[in-house]
Nanobody, 127 residues
Framework: VQLQASGGGLVQAGDSLRLSCAVF????????VGWFRQTPGKEREFVAA????????YYADSVKGRFTASRDNTKNTMYLQMNSLKPEDTAVYYC?????????????????????WGQGTLVTVSS
């Protein structure tokens, strides 16, 4: 299984970006996907998750109302629409997947709940 994240860049506070995560791997395009982010010296933190069919989503409080996860299974691609970006959103963003359709919140927010990770894409938000 391979995941390829893209769409990062340098933007100003208040701007928007849309990250993409292409999933390659037989069968794995129909499983849940999580988005995480990491800044230097800090642990990777949960951002958002989307179920296998997009019917369920969950967001970290810090991004709720600003970020939206979606997916197009016909294109094997997941998206993270990020609006009203803040400097504190600056991080490397990762997408990840496993072989589950969905999970309870206490599980889906954990990095060790995901088996496959993309390489990350850098988002920098200037003030």
């Amino acid at each position: 299984v391979q995941l390829q994240a893209s769409g990062g860049g340098l933007v100003q506070a208040g701007d928007s970006l849309r990250l993409s995560c292409a999933v390659f791997g037989r069968g794995f395009t129909r499983y849940m996907v999580g988005w995480f982010r990491q800044t230097p010296g800090k642990e990777r933190e949960f951002v958002a998750a989307i179920s296998w069919n997009g019917g369920s989503t969950y967001y970290a409080d810090s991004v709720k109302g600003r970020f939206t996860a979606s997916r197009d299974n016909t294109k094997n691609t997941m998206y993270l629409q990020m609006n009203s970006l803040k400097p504190e959103d600056t991080a490397v963003y990762y997408c990840a997947t496993n072989n589950r359709l969905w999970e309870r919140v206490s599980v889906l927010i954990r990095t060790d709940s995901y088996d496959y990770w993309g390489q990350g894409t850098l988002v920098t938000v200037s003030s």
